[in-house]
C-alpha cells in the first residue's frame, strides 16, 4: 500500500490504477475528483470518497472520461458528509447520483471501503455445503464488491475451494442464497459463469496443445466472437507475458507459465469477476512473485477479484478485503490493515524463554487484558503498542494477519 | 448493499449451438494431436479380426447365412469397429478427463452444462465411429466384397450406432469409481454383446433364448441394419432396428447426463 493522503491524516489509499487516480489529485494536498468510466455496468453511477477525494464510478455504455485533474473539493473532510460535489456532473459530463446506497464514505486503510460500494459481484447469504457428514461450507455470508479484491484466507481444508466451486455451480449450496454479478445460483450459473473467468488451483490445462490452441479452445467456450478471437488471445497472453510461447505445447512450459495460463484463460473474454483459487500454491518464491505481478496488474485494471489463498502474505498484499475462514465460516473480515489494528493492535511482543518463562509471561499478559499466541519457543503477547502497564523484556514487531488468524482460529497457517 | 444487476440481455439457454461448438473444437483440436494413434487402434484392429475370421474361419465355411463368409464378415464387423471405436474411447477418455486431466472442470467453469458437455462429446466420439466403422467394409471390398449404392447409407448407421454406444461408454465411466471398474464392464456386458451380435456367425446358430435376447442388442441391430443396406435387402423389419437404435441412443444420452452430473456437480 502507499499513502498518497500526505499529512491530511486519512490515512492510506489502495494501490494500482487507485492509487494513480488518486495520486493525480491528492498529491500535493489538492484533492479533486476522480472518474473512471470504463466499464458498461449498466446499473448508473457510483461514487467513491478516498481520503479526501471523490472517485467516481459507472456507467454510460461505451464512454470512458477522466476528469482527475478537476479541482473540484476545497476541503477533504467535507467529503464524510456523503455530499457529491456540485459541479462533478458537469466535470465528468454524466448524471450523477450521491443518494441512499451511493454514498461515498471516507475509509481510512484502503482508500475506499467494500460499504461504500453499492453493487456486489459476489453475494453469499448463510451458505451450507455437506458431504456427506462433513460440513465443508457452514453458513458463509459473502460480499465481493465491484472493482475489489477479495481474498478468502484459510488453511486447507477451510472450505475455500467449495465456495469457490459453488460460485461457478460446480457444487450446489444445501442452504442459502447465492448470486453472481446478480444471477441467481444456481439456477442462472450458466449466465454468471458467461461473465466470470475462473483459474482452479489444480492445472486443467490441455497438456499435448500449445499455449494458442488451448486459448483458442477456451476463447470458443467463452463465446469470444470469430472476428476478436485472435485479438482476445494476443492480450491474453501479452497480459500473462506469454507472448514469446504461443506456440510452445503445454507440457514444455514451466509450472509458473502454466499457472499464468491458467490465468490468461480465465481472462480470455474480459470477464467482470476472476475466481483465482490458491493462483501460487506450490510455486517458488520468485514465481509467486510475477503472478502477484500479474495479479496487481488485474486489479489496477479495475477487474473484480476473489482469491482464495493459504499464504498470509499473499492475502495481505493484493487483497482490499480479507475473509478469515475457519471450519467453512468466516471468522472475521475486513481490510488487512483494519483486521490487523483490531483484533492484534499495531504492535506484538514476542518473548523468548523456557517453558516456566512463557507461562508466566501469559499469565502476566492476561493480568493485563492482553492477549497471547505461543508461536514455537516464543509466546506472542497482542495489542502491546498501549502499554496497558505490561512490562516485559522482548523483541517488538508489527502485528500482522498471521497473528489475528491464529488469535481468531486457533489454527497455524502458512 | 445489493447485487450487481444482471445484464438480462445475456440469458442462455439449454443446448446453445455455441456451447457445443465449443466442446467440439475442443476435441477436433486435441484430435489433430492423435489422430494416428487413433486412427491406427480403430482400423486395425476390426481388420486383423476380419483377416482372421474371413480367411482363417472363412477358409473352413464357405457361406453362412446364404452370403459368402467374407461378405458376412466384411459387413458384420462394421458394427463391432464402431463399438470399439466409441465405447471404448468415451469409456477411457471421460473417465481420464475427469479424473486426471480435470478437463471437465474447466469446461464446466464456462457457459457449458453436463448436458452440452456429454452431448457434444457424444456427437464427437460417434462422428469419429462413423468415419471408422465403415474401414474394415472398405478393406472387404479387394476381398471379394462387392461394392453397391447401400454402403452410402452405412457411415450413418454407425454414426447413430456410434452415439449410443459413446453415451454407453460415458454413463459407465460416470458410474464407475475407479478405471479398474471397466473390467466388469468389459467382461460382462461388451463381450457377450459382441458375441451375440451376429458378426462372425448367424445367431440362428443359439439357443431360442438367446435369439430372442439378441433382438435387444443393439450391436446386433447394427449388424443387421449394414447387411440390409450393402446387400440392398430392405424391409420393414429394418425400421424396427433403426427405432432400437434410436431409443438405445436416447436411453443412454439421459444416463450418460445423469452419471456425470452425478459425477461432476457436488
Given at each position: 500500500?502507499?499513502?498518497?493522503?500526505?499529512?491530511?491524516?486519512?490515512?492510506?489509499?489502495?494501490?494500482?490504477?487507485?492509487?494513480?487516480?488518486?495520486?493525480?489529485?491528492?498529491?500535493?494536498?489538492?484533492?479533486?475528483?476522480?472518474?473512471?468510466?470504463?466499464?458498461?455496468?449498466?446499473?448508473?453511477?457510483?461514487?467513491?470518497?478516498?481520503?479526501?477525494?471523490?472517485?467516481?464510478?459507472?456507467?454510460?455504455?461505451?464512454?470512458?472520461?477522466?476528469?482527475?485533474?478537476?479541482?473540484?473539493?476545497?476541503?477533504?473532510?467535507?467529503?464524510?458528509?456523503?455530499?457529491?460535489?456540485?459541479?462533478?456532473?458537469?466535470?465528468?459530463?454524466?448524471?450523477?447520483?450521491?443518494?441512499?446506497?451511493?454514498?461515498?464514505?471516507?475509509?481510512?486503510?484502503?482508500?475506499?471501503?467494500?460499504?461504500?460500494?453499492?453493487?456486489?459481484?459476489?453475494?453469499?447469504?448463510?451458505?451450507?455445503?455437506?458431504?456427506?457428514?462433513?460440513?465443508?461450507?457452514?453458513?458463509?455470508?459473502?460480499?465481493?464488491?465491484?472493482?475489489?479484491?477479495?481474498?478468502?484466507?484459510?488453511?486447507?481444508?477451510?472450505?475455500?475451494?467449495?465456495?469457490?466451486?459453488?460460485?461457478?455451480?460446480?457444487?450446489?449450496?444445501?442452504?442459502?442464497?447465492?448470486?453472481?454479478?446478480?444471477?441467481?445460483?444456481?439456477?442462472?450459473?450458466?449466465?454468471?459463469?458467461?461473465?466470470?473467468?475462473?483459474?482452479?488451483?489444480?492445472?486443467?490445462?490441455?497438456?499435448?496443445?500449445?499455449?494458442?490452441?488451448?486459448?483458442?479452445?477456451?476463447?470458443?467456450?467463452?463465446?469470444?466472437?470469430?472476428?476478436?478471437?485472435?485479438?482476445?488471445?494476443?492480450?491474453?497472453?501479452?497480459?500473462?507475458?506469454?507472448?514469446?510461447?504461443?506456440?510452445?505445447?503445454?507440457?514444455?512450459?514451466?509450472?509458473?507459465?502454466?499457472?499464468?495460463?491458467?490465468?490468461?484463460?480465465?481472462?480470455?473474454?474480459?470477464?467482470?469477476?476472476?475466481?483465482?483459487?490458491?493462483?501460487?500454491?506450490?510455486?517458488?518464491?520468485?514465481?509467486?512473485?510475477?503472478?502477484?505481478?500479474?495479479?496487481?496488474?488485474?486489479?489496477?485494471?479495475?477487474?473484480?477479484?476473489?482469491?482464495?489463498?493459504?499464504?498470509?502474505?499473499?492475502?495481505?498484499?493484493?487483497?482490499?478485503?480479507?475473509?478469515?475462514?475457519?471450519?467453512?465460516?468466516?471468522?472475521?473480515?475486513?481490510?488487512?490493515?483494519?483486521?490487523?489494528?483490531?483484533?492484534?493492535?499495531?504492535?506484538?511482543?514476542?518473548?523468548?524463554?523456557?517453558?516456566?518463562?512463557?507461562?508466566?509471561?501469559?499469565?502476566?499478559?492476561?493480568?493485563?487484558?492482553?492477549?497471547?499466541?505461543?508461536?514455537?519457543?516464543?509466546?506472542?503477547?497482542?495489542?502491546?503498542?498501549?502499554?496497558?502497564?505490561?512490562?516485559?523484556?522482548?523483541?517488538?514487531?508489527?502485528?500482522?494477519?498471521?497473528?489475528?488468524?491464529?488469535?481468531?482460529?486457533?489454527?497455524?497457517?502458512? | 448493499?445489493?447485487?450487481?444487476?444482471?445484464?438480462?440481455?445475456?440469458?442462455?439457454?439449454?443446448?446453445?449451438?455455441?456451447?457445443?461448438?465449443?466442446?467440439?473444437?475442443?476435441e477436433v483440436?486435441n484430435f489433430s494431436s492423435y489422430w494416428r494413434s487413433a486412427t491406427f487402434s480403430s482400423t486395425v484392429e476390426p481388420t486383423i479380426y476380419l483377416l482372421a475370421f474371413g480367411f482363417g474361419?472363412?477358409?473352413?465355411?464357405?457361406?453362412?447365412?446364404?452370403?459368402?463368409?467374407v461378405?458376412?464378415v466384411g459387413t458384420g464387423i462394421v458394427a463391432t469397429a464402431v463399438l470399439f471405436s466409441s465405447a471404448f474411447p468415451a469409456?477411457f477418455g471421460?473417465?481420464?478427463?475427469?479424473?486426471?486431466?480435470?478437463?471437465?472442470?474447466?469446461?464446466?467453469?464456462?457457459?457449458?452444462?453436463?448436458?452440452?458437455?456429454?452431448?457434444?462429446?457424444?456427437?464427437w466420439i460417434a462422428s469419429r465411429a462413423g468415419v471408422y466403422g465403415c474401414v474394415p467394409m472398405l478393406v472387404a471390398i479387394p476381398f471379394g466384397l462387392?461394392p453397391?449404392?447401400?454402403m452410402?447409407?452405412v457411415p450413418f448407421i454407425a454414426w447413430?450406432s456410434g452415439?449410443?454406444w459413446a453415451?454407453?461408454g460415458?454413463?459407465?465411466?460416470?458410474?464407475?469409481?475407479?478405471?479398474?471398474?471397466?473390467?466388469?464392464?468389459?467382461?460382462?456386458?461388451?463381450?457377450?454383446?459382441f458375441?451375440?451380435?451376429?458378426t462372425f456367425?448367424?445367431?440362428?446358430?443359439?439357443?431360442?433364448?438367446?435369439?430372442?435376447?439378441?433382438?435387444?442388442?443393439?450391436l446386433?441391430?447394427s449388424v443387421?441394419?449394414v447387411?440390409?443396406?450393402v446387400?440392398?435387402?430392405?424391409?420393414?423389419?429394418?425400421?424396427?432396428?433403426?427405432?432400437?437404435?434410436?431409443?438405445?441412443?436416447?436411453?443412454?444420452?439421459?444416463?450418460?447426463?445423469?452419471?456425470?452430473?452425478?459425477?461432476?456437480?457436488?
Amino acid at each position: 500500500m502507499e499513502d498518497v493522503r500526505g499529512d491530511h491524516g486519512l490515512g492510506r489509499v489502495g494501490r494500482g490504477a487507485q492509487v494513480d487516480e488518486l495520486q493525480r489529485g491528492a498529491v500535493g494536498g489538492d484533492p479533486a475528483v476522480g472518474a473512471d468510466l470504463d466499464r458498461d455496468l449498466g446499473v448508473g453511477v457510483q461514487v467513491f470518497a478516498a481520503g479526501g477525494l471523490v472517485r467516481v464510478a459507472g456507467f454510460e455504455a461505451g464512454r470512458r472520461r477522466d476528469v482527475a485533474d478537476r479541482n473540484l473539493v476545497a476541503d477533504p473532510l467535507a467529503l464524510a458528509d456523503a455530499e457529491l460535489p456540485a459541479d462533478a456532473s458537469a466535470a465528468t459530463g454524466l448524471e450523477l447520483c450521491a443518494e441512499g446506497a451511493h454514498e461515498p464514505r471516507i475509509d481510512n486503510a484502503h482508500g475506499w471501503h467494500a460499504d461504500s460500494v453499492t453493487e456486489l459481484a459476489v453475494r453469499i447469504r448463510g451458505a451450507v455445503k455437506r458431504y456427506g457428514p462433513i460440513t465443508a461450507v457452514a453458513g458463509l455470508d459473502l460480499d465481493v464488491p465491484m472493482g475489489t479484491c477479495v481474498g478468502l484466507l484459510g488453511p486447507n481444508g477451510a472450505g475455500k475451494s467449495t465456495t469457490m466451486r459453488l460460485l461457478t455451480a460446480q457444487a450446489i449450496a444445501d442452504e442459502g442464497e447465492l448470486e453472481v454479478l446478480g444471477y441467481t445460483l444456481p439456477e442462472e450459473s450458466k449466465q454468471a459463469r458467461a461473465l466470470c473467468g475462473v483459474a482452479p488451483q489444480l492445472d486443467n490445462l490441455d497438456v499435448t496443445l500449445t499455449v494458442y490452441q488451448n486459448l483458442l479452445v477456451f476463447s470458443h467456450l467463452y463465446r469470444v466472437p470469430r472476428a476478436e478471437r485472435n485479438d482476445a488471445i494476443e492480450r491474453a497472453v501479452t497480459m500473462a507475458k506469454l507472448g514469446d510461447r504461443v506456440d510452445s505445447r503445454v507440457d514444455k512450459l514451466s509450472g509458473g507459465m502454466r499457472r499464468r495460463l491458467l490465468i490468461a484463460r480465465a481472462l480470455l473474454h474480459g470477464p467482470r469477476l476472476v475466481l483465482l483459487d490458491e493462483p501460487t500454491v506450490g510455486l517458488d518464491p520468485q514465481v509467486r512473485q510475477e503472478l502477484w505481478a500479474l495479479i496487481d496488474a488485474l486489479r489496477s485494471q479495475g477487474t473484480t477479484i476473489l482469491m482464495s489463498t493459504h499464504y498470509i502474505e499473499e492475502a495481505q498484499r493484493l487483497a482490499d478485503t480479507v475473509l478469515i475462514m475457519s471450519h467453512g465460516q468466516a471468522v472475521a473480515s475486513g481490510p488487512p490493515s483494519e483486521l490487523v489494528t483490531e483484533h492484534a493492535g499495531q504492535e506484538v511482543l514476542e518473548v523468548y524463554g523456557p517453558p516456566n518463562r512463557l507461562a508466566e509471561v501469559e499469565t502476566e499478559a492476561g493480568a493485563a487484558g492482553l492477549r497471547t499466541r505461543r508461536t514455537g519457543t516464543s509466546v506472542s503477547v497482542l495489542g502491546v503498542d498501549g502499554g496497558n502497564g505490561f512490562d516485559v523484556d522482548g523483541e517488538r514487531r508489527p502485528a500482522n494477519l498471521e497473528d489475528v488468524f491464529v488469535l481468531l482460529t486457533g489454527e497455524e497457517i502458512a | 448493499m445489493s447485487a450487481v444487476t444482471a445484464p438480462r440481455r445475456t440469458r442462455l439457454h439449454r443446448f446453445e449451438r455455441s456451447a457445443l461448438t465449443g466442446v467440439l473444437v475442443r476435441e477436433v483440436v486435441n484430435f489433430s494431436s492423435y489422430w494416428r494413434s487413433a486412427t491406427f487402434s480403430s482400423t486395425v484392429e476390426p481388420t486383423i479380426y476380419l483377416l482372421a475370421f474371413g480367411f482363417g474361419f472363412g477358409s473352413l465355411v464357405s457361406r453362412v447365412g446364404g452370403y459368402d463368409y467374407v461378405d458376412f464378415v466384411g459387413t458384420g464387423i462394421v458394427a463391432t469397429a464402431v463399438l470399439f471405436s466409441s465405447a471404448f474411447p468415451a469409456m477411457f477418455g471421460t473417465f481420464v478427463k475427469y479424473q486426471f486431466q480435470r478437463t471437465y472442470d474447466a469446461i464446466l467453469a464456462a457457459p457449458v452444462d453436463t448436458e452440452e458437455l456429454v452431448t457434444a462429446e457424444a456427437l464427437w466420439i460417434a462422428s469419429r465411429a462413423g468415419v471408422y466403422g465403415c474401414v474394415p467394409m472398405l478393406v472387404a471390398i479387394p476381398f471379394g466384397l462387392d461394392p453397391s449404392w447401400g454402403m452410402l447409407v452405412v457411415p450413418f448407421i454407425a454414426w447413430i450406432s456410434g452415439y449410443g454406444w459413446a453415451c454407453f461408454g460415458i454413463a459407465v465411466a460416470g458410474f464407475a469409481k475407479s478405471i479398474e471398474n471397466f473390467s466388469y464392464i468389459v467382461s460382462a456386458v461388451l463381450t457377450p454383446l459382441f458375441l451375440v451380435a451376429g458378426t462372425f456367425f448367424p445367431i440362428s446358430t443359439l439357443p431360442d433364448w438367446a435369439q430372442v435376447l439378441a433382438n435387444f442388442n443393439p450391436l446386433y441391430q447394427s449388424v443387421q441394419l449394414v447387411r440390409s443396406a450393402v446387400f440392398g435387402l430392405w424391409g420393414w423389419d429394418d425400421l424396427a432396428r433403426l427405432g432400437v437404435l434410436l431409443v438405445f441412443g436416447l436411453l443412454m444420452w439421459r444416463i450418460a447426463i445423469h452419471a456425470m452430473e452425478r459425477k461432476l456437480i457436488d
